[in-house]
């Protein structure tokens, strides 16, 4: 069974750029959500979608969006990227225990 | 807001050294609770999960974990760690009452055993 697949996996970007980052969950989970990970910080909880329908959203400016697809497959965004939204972005999948499944996440770095 | 608590930011032990690891989290009502470890270079990986029953359960690599429902409290334990073990370990709780899977994580622990 497939894991959880992100791409890209690295990415360099200049501020004010925007980037869109992919997510394919494991076949058969319906929920994805979406983490920032940062030195220090642990893992910040930016959004979670379900069947297409974003259910949870954290604590991140506007800036930060995200949506879902048919087949479960998720993309987010960030617009007008600023320095300090380099980080790993980490991709969950689950089918509705709460057990989250990881992906290895997308390494973005702003200049 | 719900919030989780780690309260070792960075440990360091020598091999065959007991650990435990510290982990509160806010409000109460119904919780799962969860451990992941992230090994260096590597994806989170879960090492041991309570949904109900038994509050001392058993992961992984010899970990285990005890939920302390008057505490708010979800610590890890292992009797002797191994140098293989260095890793960031991240505290996770899911609260129930709440269907949607909001998971939130501490601020995670690095812990580094040195042979």
């Known amino acids: 069974k497939a894991g959880v697949t992100q791409t890209p996996r690295y990415l360099i970007k200049t501020r004010g750029q925007q980037v869109t980052l992919s997510c394919s969950p494991i076949s058969g989970h319906r929920s994805v959500s979406w983490y920032q990970q940062t030195p220090g910080q642990g893992l910040q909880f930016l959004f979670e979608y379900f069947s297409e329908t974003q259910r949870n959203k954290g604590n991140f400016p506007g800036r930060f969006s995200g949506r879902q697809f048919s087949n479960s497959r998720s993309e987010m965004n960030v617009s007008t990227l600023e320095l300090g939204d380099s980080a790993l972005y980490l991709c969950?999948?689950?089918w509705g225990t709460g057990e989250l499944f990881f992906g290895e996440g997308s390494r973005l770095t702003v200049l | 807001a719900q919030s989780v608590s780690q309260h070792n930011h960075h440990v360091i032990l020598s091999e065959a050294a007991s650990l435990e690891l510290g982990c509160n989290y806010s409000?109460?009502?119904?919780?799962?609770l969860f451990w992941y470890v992230q090994y260096p270079g590597q994806h989170l990986q879960l090492l041991l999960k309570?949904?109900?029953?038994?509050?001392l359960v058993k992961g992984i690599k010899g970990f285990e974990a005890e939920f302390i429902k008057s505490k708010f409290s979800f610590n890890l334990r292992k009797p002797s760690v191994q140098w293989s073990d260095t890793a960031e370990y991240f505290c996770a709780v899911n609260w129930s009452w709440n269907n949607n899977n909001d998971m939130r994580f501490g601020a995670g622990t690095r812990l580094t055993v040195k042979p």
């Open positions: 969950a999948s689950t």
């Open positions: 309570y949904f109900s029953g038994d509050p």
């Open positions: 409000y109460g009502g119904t919780v799962n």
